[in-house]
């Protein structure tokens, strides 16, 4: 019993003590929560001290044009443009005063000055002639290692070709083998030509004249015709019996063939020309060939 009541003393002590605490509490918390009376307007406070300076603001909106100023000053000179355009031609002015009276003029010596004039003619006719002859070596030649080869297309009889080509230097086209020959016929069709005069004459002899035999086929080196001939198909070298002439000439086809034609014909022809400077010195043609005149016959 004497257990029991004494702790049953302590526990209603702290039971006490806890509802005291309590009641404190509440008292305390009323006190704070719940405000006081609004009390009376206080005196205006002194000025403050400049606060700091704050950030740049955004850019306003841009503000109203302002008045034009006053006219500046003249600048410096600049560079030169260029030219304009041509302008028109102007009209013609008025006619000048007529001048005065000329000497009189001394007696001509026409005879003197015609016969110049007929020289500078011939000179003016070898130069154009000549030089028509360097457009036709420029325009294109045929070469082998031992000849030049050119076509001249300036239709003569076969006396005027022959005597042509030995003014330029050369002598009418040989063709003594089937190789020169294959390359005539190449540089006949290239030329846009059917046939030309090459440098061989079928010769009537003492033995064959006045008959249908065979005569002597010679080249113009007076050469006779060996080896290699060219005759087209069915055409034999016969000398038909001459009127006037001895002699038959040859055309080269742009086939290859030969053809014998009368030699008062006229027609283009083959000139050939022998290297020079064989072994070191450049080739090219004779310089005659440039030089002479290839009008001039005899």
Known sequence: MVEAGFSRGPLQLFVALCIIGRLNAIEVCSNTILPGSKGDLG????????????????????????????????????KMG??????????????????????????????????????????????????????????????????????VKDARKYRDALMNCKLRGGTLAMPKSREVNRLLADYINQAGLTRVYIGLQSVQ???????EESGVNVYADSTPLQGFAGWTLGEEPRVTPPTRSNATCVELQNTGGW????????????????????????GGIVPSAMSRDPMRTS
């Open 205 to 211: 002899n003492n033995m064959t004249a006045g008959t």
């Open 259 to 282: 053809s014998q034609v009368e030699c008062d014909i006229t027609m283009y022809y083959v000139c050939e020309f022998l290297r020079r400077g064989r072994g070191g010195g450049g």
């Open 82 to 151: 260029p030219a304009g355009e041509r302008g028109r031609k102007g009209d013609s002015g008025a006619d000048g005063p007529a001048g005065l009276k000329g000497k009189p003029g001394t007696t001509c010596d026409c005879g003197r000055y015609r016969k110049l004039v007929g020289q500078l003619d011939i000179n003016v006719s070898k130069l154009r002639n000549t030089v028509q002859f360097v457009k036709n070596v420029i325009l294109g030649m045929k070469e082998t290692d031992e000849k030049f080869y050119l076509i």
């Open 43 to 78: 005196k205006k406070g002194e000025e403050g001290d400049q606060g700091r300076l704050g950030k740049t603001g955004s850019s306003g909106q841009p503000g109203l044009p302002g008045e034009t100023g006053f006219k500046g000053e003249v600048g410096q000179m600049g």
